[in-house]
Each structure stands twice: as C-alpha cells, then as structure tokens.
C-alpha cells in the first residue's frame, strides 16, 4: 500500500498523546502526523515545546494539531482531554499514554509522596484516561497503546515504584484487551535504551557504555524506533490486540 493511499485511509482520524511535546512523545507525533492523523498533544508544563511542534506539524498541514495542557495526577480533569479532543477535531480514534515520571525510589526513601508520583503517571492516569476515552473509542473502533519498559521483566535496582507502576501497566493493557473487545485494541510498547534521561548524572558515560555492551545490537536506539513500533500497532497489526512490543536492541535477553 503506497503512502498516498495511507494518508488518505487515516486522514480526519484523530490522535491524543499524553507528553507528547519532546522526546520520543513528539516523534511519535511527527510519525503519525506524516500518516495523516489529527493530533491533540497533551503537555504538562513543555509549552514553548507543545507550541514548537504544533507550529511545525501545522505548517506541514494546516489545523490538523492542537495542544492541551493538564497536570495527569488531577484524576478528575482527565475526561476533559477527551471532551476537548472530541470537540476540536470532532472524534478520537487513537490514545496513546505516553507520558511518564521516571526517577530512582530505593528502599528506605520510598515515601507517599513519590508513590502518587510514580504511580499516578505512569499506571493511575493511563487507567482512568483510558476509562474517560472507552466511548469514543468503541464507538470508532479505535485503538490505544500503552507506553511501558523493558524493565518491568527484570526490575532495575533502586527504582522501585516506577518498576512497579510500569509492571502494572503491562498488565492493564492485557485487561484492557479484555474489557474493550472485540471493537478496541490494546497494545503497548516497552522500549530500552532509546533516550537517556535529562540531567541525570548516574547515566554518566561509563553507564552508558555498559547498557550498550549489554545491548545485542550493540547501540542505543532513536526516538523514530520506539514511534515505528507505535505507529504499526496502531496502523498495520489490526488482528493484535493485548500484545506487548520490546523495542530494546535485544537488551532484555541479556541481562
């Protein structure tokens, strides 16, 4: 199928991203945006990124991005995202919960606070997000893709909670599967090194170096491998639906 005709199956098809200002939540949009899909980007505090990006995809295709700002761990201002989405663009046929907190949670320093944090982002909002969205979903035969970890197979030392919350949202994508079937699917995408985080001094240059050599592909991956695998999900695996996609260089066979 050429790309011409791609756009077209996929153009007024609408697209709501949580965190999808910068970084790997942006090339997703920029993936999806050249398939011909409406994007509404969700953005916590990135504005001068949101509004970048919206400029940039809209120049390429006129009105065919908004932007919405919302703090996800406020769990009663969810269904507006998709309210809001719904009545720009007249439809949502696509969430992806991209979004996410990721720092260390070690033993001993485990508060509630870093609980909620961790928790609320990475497992509470997708749950509740994809709850606000299950009419408009059903009723397009939509899709949603879960963005999760490599890690949630073999946690990684000291980052306890978030580990957790990513284990949970492997298993709230399979009972999503379940619950919304046959008219949505649900998938998710765990990626491994594909985009160290900002100013965080432990992935130093010697850390870097050993998670590559652990890496069967001996690289890190790009931001467009992690939004390759969402847009397949979402675009070309129609009969997939509780599946999980490891975009992980073969990291996670050899730790």
Same mark, same amino acid.
């Given at each position: ?47 001068? &990124? /949101?509004?970048?990006?919206?400029? &940039? ?51 001993? &320093? ?54 957790? /919350? ?19 699917? @649900? ?10 985080? &900002? ?30 695998? @969402? ?25």
């Amino acid at each position: 199928m050429n790309s011409a005709h791609k756009n077209s199956e996929h153009k007024n098809k609408v697209v709501l991203i949580t965190g999808g200002a910068k970084r790997v939540g942006a090339a997703i949009c920029r993936s999806l945006h050249a398939q011909g899909f409406n994007i509404m980007v969700h953005y916590k505090s990135s504005l001068t &990124e /949101a509004r970048a990006l919206q400029a &940039e995809l809209n120049l390429q295709r006129a009105n065919s991005v908004a932007i919405i700002q919302a703090d996800l761990l406020n769990i009663a201002g969810l269904p507006n995202l998709v309210s809001e989405t719904v009545q720009h663009f007249g439809r949502l046929d696509v969430l992806i919960n991209n979004a996410s907190t990721y720092y260390a949670s070690e033993i001993g &320093e485990i508060d509630e606070s870093k609980w909620h944090d961790l928790m609320g982002s990475n497992l509470k909002a997708p749950l509740f997000l994809s709850q606000a969205a299950a009419v408009e979903l059903r009723k397009h035969h939509g899709c949603i893709v879960n963005i999760t970890d490599m890690h949630v197979e073999r946690p990684k030392k000291g980052y306890i909670v978030y580990s957790v /919350a990513k284990a949970g949202l492997v298993t709230l994508t399979k009972s999503l599967a379940h619950e919304l079937s046959p008219e949505v699917r @649900v998938n998710a995408v765990a990626p491994g090194p594909v985009q160290w985080p &900002e100013s965080n001094p432990q992935f130093d240059e010697v850390y870097r170096q050993r998670v590559i050599n652990q890496t069967l592909l001996k690289r890190v991956g790009e931001a467009e491998d992690v939004a390759k695998a @969402v847009k397949f999900l979402i675009t070309d695996a129609p009969f997939i639906t509780g599946h999980v996609l490891a975009v992980d260089g073969g990291r996670s066979l050899n730790l």
